[in-house]
């Protein structure tokens, strides 16, 4: 049975919502936003009109999101006054109380998404680290990790390149993750190092094994976004795809890499960033969808330069190797564990199943961004 100080605390972070989330300006700007809506030529700009759409549906987003916690407290309140009287049962109690806890944990968790990318869908790529096809067989695990995360999440998942493994597993993967919401704001936490440790399958002698594969993760540009592409930059080749999909796909040059020569505005320092794509069977989707994530990339760098934190998690930074994981994922001792929060748990199978949720609310709690208005 809850106590009255689980209550206080509940309701102590309702008002604090209040206060952060500032219910009773947003209440005003939801207002007059939507007035907006009611021009007589609302629709003559479409694009402008389905921005303002977006912007007045997430104005209320957050004062119904409040309103849905500070409604499951009161009701709480009142079924403790209830038990009390004998009203209502122990277990309806702590039903409520859970349900109470849940809307203020996902309040408070959204709360922590203030940047302008969070709400973007993003591009999450995977490098097998040192350890052959041990490590392959490690980048091709958490690639269906993610897969399985996005799906409970209503994400969709489209693989835009994959490169498979030697014997086994796969050496890279780049994954558009789009649809739901908020996909780079919670998945920009699984940035850096993942580490494993085993009995290897492909060891015959049954020795435990470390591997390594890095995650990167970027937001996926639209069209609303501008990012400019110096053509005279831009070089082309064409390959035929491999892999499945069928007798088209093979003898025919769909396949498109794209080399972008970067220069970096701080340092000068020239670098050569490369997108195969093999998504589509058509080469024209393919060189746009590479070019979209070209500019992804090229958003990321700028958008990492703002945060001042390009430093720590830009890829190739940190070698793939002992001393830079940010996860190690222990399967004999069944423990898997964040270095940067020390949060962890045993139930290494739900983990690998995509259940990283825990993980992600502990480095979003710990380490906030602030809101750049």
Not at 81 to 103: G, L
Not at 113 to 124: S, Y
Not at 148 to 167: P, Y
Not at 246 to 270: A, I
Request: charged share 35%.
């Amino acid at each position: 049975m809850i106590t009255a100080d689980q209550l206080k605390a509940l309701k102590e972070r309702v008002d604090a919502l209040f206060h952060y989330l500032h219910i009773d300006e947003k209440k005003i700007e939801f207002e007059e936003e939507e007035l907006r809506t009611q021009a007589p030529d609302f629709w003559d700009d479409p694009a402008r009109a389905q921005e303002q759409m977006k912007k007045v549906k997430g104005i209320k987003k957050w004062i119904d999101g409040y309103h849905k916690s500070k409604d499951a407290v009161d009701e709480l309140e009142l079924a403790f006054d209830f038990y009390r009287d004998e009203m209502v049962t122990e277990e309806e109690v702590e039903n409520t109380y859970q349900r109470a806890v849940t809307a203020i944990d996902e309040l408070e968790l959204r709360n922590m998404l203030r940047q302008k990318e969070d709400p973007m869908d993003c591009v999450l790529k995977i490098n097998s680290g040192a350890g052959g096809t041990e490590s392959q067989d490690w980048a091709q695990m958490l690639m269906r990790m993610y897969m399985r995360w996005a799906e409970a999440n209503g994400h969709k998942v489209t693989i835009s390149n994959l490169q498979e493994g030697d014997e086994a597993g796969i050496k890279s993967v780049t994954m558009e993750i789009e649809g739901g919401e908020y996909a780079y704001g919670f998945l920009k936490s699984e940035n850096g190092v993942h580490r494993l440790v085993r009995v290897s399958p492909f060891n015959a002698q049954g020795k435990r094994m470390t591997s390594f594969a890095s995650v990167f993760v970027s937001p996926l540009v639209d069209d609303t976004i501008e990012v400019y592409v110096d053509p005279s930059k831009v070089s082309w080749d064409l390959f035929r795809s491999g892999g499945a999909g069928g007798q088209n796909v093979n003898k025919v040059e769909t396949g498109v890499r794209l080399r972008y020569q970067y220069v970096d505005p701080d340092t000068g320092e020239e670098e050569e960033i490369l997108i195969e794509n093999t998504e589509s069977r058509k080469q024209l989707e393919n060189r746009n969808n590479a070019m979209r994530l070209l500019k992804s990339q090229l958003y990321d760098r700028a958008m990492r330069k703002r945060l001042e934190a390009q430093a720590k998690i830009e890829a190739g930074k940190k070698k793939i190797e002992w001393g830079s994981q940010i996860r190690s994922y222990v399967f004999d001792d069944r423990r898997v564990k964040d270095h940067r929060t020390n949060y962890q748990t045993t139930d290494v199978d739900a983990v690998m199943d995509g259940k990283i949720d825990g993980f992600i609310r502990a480095y979003l709690m710990e380490f906030p961004t602030n809101d750049e208005e």
